[in-house]
Nanobody, 124 residues
Framework: QVQLVESGGGLVQAGGSLRLSCAGS????????MGWFRQAPGKEREFVAR????????HYADSVKGRFTISRDSAKNTVYLQMYSLKLEDTAVYFC?????????????????WGQGTQVTVSS
């Protein structure tokens, strides 16, 4: 069983930066395809970024491309989401997710494990 715990959320002004972390437990964490999703109030959960198990392949939603960077540290069993130039519309609860599939896409049902989420609030 894999457990995922996010941290690093908070309140930041527009234009600011935050780095989210997702710490994973379990022997299989390094083999998981990992993703970040977010959910704003009244909206569906949406894809933000994903990274392959070896860290060599990444993919971003158009809305965050060029501003967010996903990475992973296998030695620490941790996946990161570095966020720059934050906008008001980035306000949401951010979730990390892990998939046992060799390749996972942008849809939440493709992911098997989920963290509890961390709140990111961008203020003007």
């Amino acid at each position: 069983q894999v457990q995922l715990v996010e941290s690093g959320g908070g309140l930041v002004q527009a234009g600011g930066s935050l780095r989210l972390s997702c710490a994973g437990s379990g022997r299989t964490f390094s083999s998981l395809y990992m993703g970040w999703f977010r959910q704003a109030p009244g909206k569906e959960r949406e894809f933000v970024a994903r990274i392959s198990s070896n860290g060599q392949n990444t993919h971003y939603a158009d809305s965050v491309k060029g501003r967010f960077t996903i990475s992973r540290d296998s030695a620490k069993n941790t996946v990161y989401l570095q966020m720059y130039s934050l906008k008001l519309e980035d306000t949401a609860v951010y979730f990390c997710a892990g998939s046992r599939s060799v390749v996972a896409g942008i849809w939440p049902p493709e992911y098997d494990y989920w963290g509890q989420g961390t709140q990111v609030t961008v203020s003007s």
